[in-house]
């Protein structure tokens, strides 16, 4: 396949997922009996937009993977149905930070000329990234949420700076064990010096921070594993990810017994439907543990439940009461996925998470072909964040896991989640296309 035909293949890709735009808002207004709305021109208008994102592709980056940019415009689009359905605000907003994700993603390509630049910023990134996991707690712009300190808010805009602080620590990562590599492998576990299994501890004790002084599980999860997963790409030791794991579910084991909200995290996990009685931290009243600290997990695993196999169809789940308070809380975030298997069923949402599965492989599919360590390292480091934070999210909604208040990646509400992997991506099409083109030379050709 030439490099011209891989970007046909992308074009034409955009055109089914706006159909499926077009047919999901479609569906929402004909059960709101408001069929008169132009619906035509929402996909005209996410087509155009996409369109803009290939054709710039096309320019600068001629051989990367014809099939990542489709999936999360498809993954996207879901969304802004998604929440265009639960409250037209939420959609209105998402398709402003869309296009602004978008932007992000064209200027990363377009000033990011050569990624292995990023290894020269190293340890500024780093800093830039710890910086802002501090943020949340800073007074004045700290958010809390749900008794953890997620996002800032600025007036005009409120994100998560985790979303942003995950893309500059695997940067870090990438680039630090790119030139460690050969002592990890080569050394012994006992005779590694601290000099070398710095970022291992630092990473670690970062992620038990993350735990006490921000009170986020999902993120601290997310970050730890990612570095594992860098780790074993760098050195192809299994001993050193187990270690890893041994020290982070040893950390977390000791947070969870001795830190009231993780405590609270993991009882909810294991029994939310509870009707031990107890005082309720919102409300301060005294009630059942199913209808306070139990009530959000129990109201999405209900409505996973009415979705069956073949869903309620779009705009029929309940997800308000009567009165018009949340029957399902934090739909738009956290619970979103809860909506779509209400909405579409097991399969549709068995669906969605095929669409992620070959993002993930498209993923690691750059890494393997990446020609440089570093550019091999920050693919796979990119594709492992993004394959965990839907592990976590949908893990914790579906009761795999404990809860957490992690987005689901191009889905779920909140610009900086969307921004961020916006650009994400971008990285990631950069190390393709090196990579792709490096293969096609030698080769003689693309395949």
């Known amino acids: 396949m030439t490099r011209r035909g891989d970007r046909w293949r992308e074009l ?22 408001a069929t008169d709305v132009p619906t035509v021109t929402y996909g005209l208008f996410f087509l155009g937009s996409c369109v803009l994102g290939s054709l710039v592709i ?18 996207a689009g879901i969304g802004l149905v998604m929440l265009y359905r639960i409250d037209e605000t939420f959609a209105a907003e998402q398709a402003l930070y869309f296009l602004i994700g978008l932007g992000l993603f064209l200027a990363t390509i377009l000033l990011l000329r050569d990624i292995r630049a990023l290894e020269r910023y190293r340890y500024t990134i780093a800093a830039v ?25 600025l007036g005009i805009i409120e994100f998560q700076p985790a979303e942003f602080a995950k893309i500059a620590i695997v940067v870090f990562l990438a ?12 050394g012994r576990i006992p005779h590694i010096s601290i000099k070398h299994m710095g970022p291992l501890l630092v990473i670690w004790g970062a992620s038990m921070l ?28 299994l001993s050193l990810v187990l270690v890893g794991l041994a020290m982070f579910f040893g950390g977390a084991a000791f947070f969870a017994s001795s830190v009231g909200h993780v405590q609270d995290r993991v009882d909810v996990w294991l029994d939310p439907f509870s009707t031990e009685q107890v005082v309720c931290a919102s409300t301060g009243e005294r009630t059942e543990f199913v209808n306070c600290q139990g009530f959000q997990i129990a109201q999405s695993l209900f409505a996973q439940a009415d ?16 009165g018009g308070g949340p029957l399902l809380p934090a739909a738009d975030t956290d619970l979103i996925y809860a ?38 390292l920050l693919a796979a480091g990119l594709t492992a964040v993004l394959s965990l934070q839907v592990f976590v999210i ?54």
């Not at 993350?210 to 790409?233: H, K, P, W």
């Open 58 to 75: 096309r320019w600068r980056l001629p051989a990367a993977d014809p099939r990542m940019f489709p999936l999360a415009a498809l993954l």
């Open 12 to 33: 034409f890709g955009l055109i089914p997922v706006s159909l499926l735009v077009t047919a999901g808002f479609t569906a929402v207004l004909i059960n709101r009996e």
């Open 129 to 153: 990234g710890i910086g802002l996991l501090v943020l949340p707690r800073l007074p004045g712009i700290g958010a809390q949420v749900n008794g953890a300190y997620l996002g800032i808010n």
């Open 307 to 322: 979705g069956g196999l073949f869903g309620q169809g779009f705009g029929n789940a309940l997800i308000k009461v009567p």
């Open 175 to 186: 680039s630090y064990l790119n030139d460690t590599r050969d002592v990890l492998v080569k």
């Open 339 to 376: 909506v779509i298997t209400d909405e579409l069923g097991l399969f549709g949402a068995t669906g969605v998470i095929l669409i992620y599965l070959l993002l993930a492989w498209r993923g690691f599919r750059a890494a393997i072909d990446a020609t440089d360590g570093f550019s091999k």
């Open 394 to 447: 949908v893990g914790g909604v579906t009761r795999v896991i404990p809860l957490t208040g992690v987005t689901l990646p191009f889905i779920s509400a909140g610009g900086g989640s969307i921004l961020a992997h916006f650009v994400l991506l971008a990285l990631i099409l950069i190390v393709s296309d090196r990579a792709r083109r490096d293969r096609g030379d030698r080769q003689g050709g693309l395949v």
């Open 210 to 237: 993350m735990l006490v002084f921000i009170r986020d599980l999902g993120s601290s999860l997310m970050f730890f594993g990612g570095f594992l997963a860098v780790l074993y790409v760098a050195t192809s030791r």
